[in-house]
């Protein structure tokens, strides 16, 4: 008799024990996320410090499931985990999540979701819906690559390169703002001859064409490239490396910490614009069904000044020229408005597009 009381009494004290895992593993905000990990110095992380910088300020719990793949089928896998986990809100970090976002938003009407960096659409792009509760999070890169190529002339640079990745919209965008920053500060500073070569790889993987491409760049005297498109940026660097005078301008995130030729990085506000839309949800006031697009007047594009190796360009530059992009003073036209980036070129400024 003894023994069987000692065996429920295990049991009992095992049931409860799980009653107390499973209570603490359950949480409100969840993550997915992209390929790669949730210290990949892009997407991720800065999705992740966002949701942690929220999280850790307003007492709620979070944690993030790493796929193990990549596919519509293995991200709502895992958006699935998330949700049986307690998720009440769930951040994806990417265009690759924009098909598995359309369909979770209609799989999961109660739970809310955040579209980092694209908008909900099926497989073929023909139906693009968002629906109440779910909001698709875009970034005015334009802005950001205006950023770079003011810095980049003000800094003394007079012979730019642009390597972006796939001709995607938002890389698009950076390579015609980075452009037009340049001619801006030109303008500023009364001078004339710029040079920018551009190109798109046609992928974000580290190649040892876009190496070799970079390196005969350098080569040739091109003085700073601006790498956009993810792991391409690799390339670049290396090549800059290799020239041991090239200069790189990172993209997406802070990049200095990958090389010491990265002189400074265009960035999207990742994490303050998960930290808003959070603030939102929490206040009642989710954003859902809409398409934002997030700007410098909200903290949507950035350079990291404290990081950035600058000598000529200051603080004082960058909050008065940042200034004007939050006043709309003047207008950055992007994919939208020119087809090509040799479109760009002017009396100031030739471009020259490697095909």
Known sequence: ??????????????????????????????????????????????????????????????????????????????????????????????????????IAQDMYPEVHFVLIDGNPHNADYSEFRTEKNAVGITYAEEESGFLAGYAAVKEGYTKLGFMGGMAVPAVIRFGYGYIQGAEFAAKELGITGLECRYHYTGGFSATPEAQTMAASWFADGIEVIFACGGAVGNSVMAAAEASKKGKVIGVDVDQSSESETVITSAMKGLAASVEQVLDAYYKGEFPGGEALVFDAALDGVQLPMETSKFEKFTQEDYDAIYKQLVDKAFKIQKDSDVTSAAELASDIISVTVIE
């Open 1 to 102: 008799m003894k023994k069987i009381l000692s065996i429920l009494l295990v049991m009992a004290l095992a049931i409860g024990f799980v009653g107390v895992l499973a209570e603490e593993n359950t949480y409100e905000i969840g993550m997915i996320t992209d390929i790669g990990t949730i210290d990949d110095k892009s997407f991720n992380q800065g999705t992740w410090e966002g949701i942690k910088n929220f999280a850790e300020a307003n007492g709620k719990t979070y944690n993030y499931f790493q796929p193990n793949g990549q596919s519509t089928e293995i991200y709502l896998e895992y958006i699935q985990q998330a949700v049986e986990a307690g998720a009440k809100i769930v951040l994806t970090p990417g265009f690759l999540f924009e098909e598995p976002v359309y």
